[in-house]
């Protein structure tokens, strides 16, 4: 399973750091997970299903 860091996410849909933060509380891009505790990333598989379901709402 692959794992993007904030950074990555933000890169991914051309959006700053703080817009993905901010669109995750609105519950635009899905909850990220905490791995080995202290690391918050988002798994590739949630934001494709995400990216999927956009398409198919368009």
Do not use: N
């Not at 860091?5 to 519950?27: A, C, F, M, N, P």
């Amino acid at each position: 399973m692959q794992y993007l860091s904030v950074k990555s996410v933000s890169h991914r849909y051309d959006i700053g750091v703080s817009t993905v933060w901010l669109r995750v509380k609105q519950g635009k891009l899905p909850q990220p997970v905490k791995v080995h505790g202290t690391s918050t990333r988002w798994r590739l598989e949630d934001l494709e299903k995400f990216e999927q379901k956009q398409v198919q709402e368009a």
